[in-house]
């Protein structure tokens, strides 16, 4: 199984997020680690089987003290000795000290919120670190032998973005993930005014994939980048649309249940800690045939229609097969027996479009959705 624990406390609350965070204050903390107990030993009860990957999201898990990361992990009762175990953590947050615990802890691999290395966008996205220090940050952990990913934001209008791709590419990390700033309604990045510049980021990727590449890290999901075998294990379930469970308040699990699958969003953290049931979201299998080849082509390996038949009980080659042909006539796709993958990935939006439009058409009775 995966698994994936919200750990929403965070030192500071950047301008564009719309994470569920909060400060820590009063006994939240102590609080919260009895709770998510409780509910691992729930959790565990149904899917007792040793983890595949557990990815430590937030928030900012590493903003945790000593003690409080003790009690987390050992809240949590999987056999973690095969599991790719990851832990977002800013790059403040880090020290030789804090880095010999996680390794101790059983984390293996490091996603690192740096975000730029340029004082200057680093000021305007409200980061509490800055240049020096997020070099500093990398440097501990490929020293400390954790996996190392670093978080970049691309397409900010005063930003190098050159710059920014050729210093992360020489710290020899195994993965970069690229993006650029999605403005989420609410938030005071976009209470600001600030609106991104649609050409600027498209250059911005053009330029990824060029320098990331030349630096022998390949695109393998639009924004993410790898080294051979260094790729996110747990990333790549929510894009081949797997299974995978979920602690903490706001997280979110997809569980096998028939007729397909059962999406359970929890509830913030008051409402989490008083024991609030998580939201029930079924999925029928044409929603999840549609969000497979939405997340699936993302990928560079792209999806395997027969696979996706066989988990769904679904025709799929047949009904999309004048779609393919014209998708594929078009350059937009190319095929390999039943898997298909997406020529450009920065172009996918026209082509997931037509393939919903070919799953609409074959089964009419459920509405479609944009992406």
């Not at 699990?253 to 979201?281: D, I, M, N, S």
């Not at 699936?296 to 769904?312: F, K, M, Y």
Request: proline letters at 9%; hydrophobic letters at 45%.
């Amino acid at each position: 199984m995966h698994l994936y624990v919200h750990v929403p406390f965070c030192p500071t609350l950047c301008p564009y997020c719309d994470f569920h965070v909060v400060r820590r204050q009063g006994g939240v903390v102590a609080a919260y680690l009895k709770r998510l107990a409780e509910e691992a030993q729930a959790l565990y009860a149904r899917f007792p089987g040793p983890l595949e990957t557990l990815y430590l999201g937030g928030g900012t898990p590493s903003f945790l003290r000593a003690g409080e990361l003790e009690a987390l992990f050992q809240a949590l009762p999987w056999d973690l000795s095969q599991a790719e175990v990851t832990l977002e953590a800013n790059p403040g947050t880090l020290n030789p000290e804090r880095l010999a615990l996680l390794r101790a802890l059983g984390v293996n691999r490091l996603s690192l919120g740096v975000q730029s290395f340029q004082e200057a966008v680093l000021k305007a996205l409200g980061r509490a670190h800055g240049r020096k220090g997020a070099l500093r940050a990398v440097e501990l952990s490929l020293e400390a032998g954790f996996r190392t990913s670093v978080d970049l934001i691309l397409g900010l209008p005063q930003q190098d973005v050159e710059a920014d791709l050729k210093e992360v590419a020489a710290l020899g990390v195994g993965h970069v993930s690229a993006y650029t700033l999605q403005v989420e309604p609410g938030t005071p990045l976009a209470l600001s005014g600030y609106s991104p510049e649609p050409e600027l980021e498209a250059l911005a990727l053009e330029r990824a994939v060029e320098v990331l590449g030349q630096a022998g890290l390949r695109r393998y999901e639009v924004s993410n980048f790898a080294r051979p075998g260094q790729e996110s294990r747990h990333n790549l379930a929510y894009w081949r649309n797997a299974f995978w469970g979920a602690l903490g308040p706001s997280a979110v699990g997809q569980y096998p249940a028939p007729p397909y699958a059962l999406r359970l969003t929890h509830p913030p953290l008051p409402r989490w800690l008083a024991k609030e049931a998580p939201a029930p979201e079924p999925i029928p299998p044409l929603e999840h045939v549609r969000e497979s080849l939405m997340l699936g082509l993302r990928l560079a390996e792209g999806v395997d229609l027969s696979e996706l038949e066989a988990r769904t009980k679904l025709a799929l080659q047949a009904p999309l097969g004048p779609a393919l042909a014209e998708l594929a006539q078009g350059g937009g796709l190319a095929l390999s027996g039943s898997r298909i993958r997406a020529t450009n990935l920065s172009t996918l939006h026209p082509v997931i479009l037509r393939l919903w439009e070919a799953l609409e058409e074959a089964y009419p009775a459920q509405k479609n959705t944009q992406p």
